[in-house]
């Protein structure tokens, strides 16, 4: 009785060690590194890269922003915000007339301090920044919406809210120069030093050779 427990004890403990010293081997053989690039592509979300290139100002994309499209995106601020004239209060301040006054403007609503006392207005470059990341235009606000990242929505709601109540000149777009217009920077260049203006360039084929040069000079 006693050998055959032991025969059995010795085969259950080599296998142990049998089966220890196979993970260990395949660890070390299949040892994972970490990918360069977590995840795989998603079809349909955008992720940025930091290299990527930087955003237009906002006053591109307000040039051809819609106020109609700016009233669909508004349906996502709905659950906090009323932007009627003399909308109620709910879990964020009515926005009537909104663009143009003070940051943290309306009486008796409890603004985070992160907003109170960041200071300034709402003009299109300061409310682009909210609406892109409130938690980073003011750590600590209050605020809960994760941000609008399109700046097109950012662009078609600002010109939406413009219209509740407020009547703030739509800025310029940024210029943009044509190929013609750089076409003509280019040739208002200076031309290169030691090199006259409309000075011919030679090359082996219309520089004179040397006999010719000879009998130039002698002539």
């Known amino acids: 009785m006693d050998d055959r427990f032991n025969t059995i004890a010795g085969w259950v403990?080599?296998?142990?060690?049998?089966?220890?010293?196979?993970?260990?081997?395949?660890?070390?053989?299949?040892?994972?590194?970490?990918?360069?690039?977590?995840?795989?592509?998603?079809?349909?979300?955008?992720?940025?890269?930091?290299?990527?290139?930087?955003?237009q100002p906002i006053a591109f994309f307000l040039a051809s922003a819609d106020a109609a499209a700016g009233e669909q995106v508004f349906k996502k601020c709905a659950a906090c915000h009323t932007a009627d004239q003399g909308g109620a209060t709910g879990l964020?301040?009515?926005l009537w007339a909104t663009m143009g006054k003070p940051v943290a403007h309306v009486a008796g609503f409890a603004y985070s301090d992160a907003l109170k006392s960041h200071g300034g207005s709402w003009d299109w470059?300061?409310?682009?920044?909210w609406?892109?990341?409130?938690r980073d235009f003011a750590p600590g606000t209050k605020m809960t919406f994760a941000g609008l990242s399109k700046p097109e929505d950012r662009a078609n709601l600002m010109v939406w809210l413009n219209s509740q109540g407020s009547n703030l000149p739509i800025p310029a777009p940024p210029a943009v120069d044509t190929p013609a217009e750089l076409a003509a920077e280019i040739a208002d260049q200076p031309a290169a030093p030691g090199k006259a203006e409309d000075e011919p360039v030679?090359?082996?084929?219309?520089?004179?050779?040397?006999?010719?040069?000879?009998?130039?000079?002698?002539?």
């Open 13 to 55: 403990l080599g296998a142990g060690i049998v089966a220890l010293g196979a993970s260990l081997f395949t660890g070390e053989v299949f040892k994972a590194e970490r990918p360069e690039q977590m995840g795989y592509p998603i079809e349909g979300v955008e992720v940025e890269s930091e290299g990527g290139e930087a955003e």
């Open 92 to 94: 964020g301040p009515n």
């Open 125 to 129: 470059e300061t409310m682009s920044a």
């Open 131 to 134: 609406l892109k990341s409130p």
């Open 202 to 219: 030679l090359n082996e084929a219309t520089a004179p050779t040397k006999g010719e040069g000879a009998a130039a000079d002698q002539e």
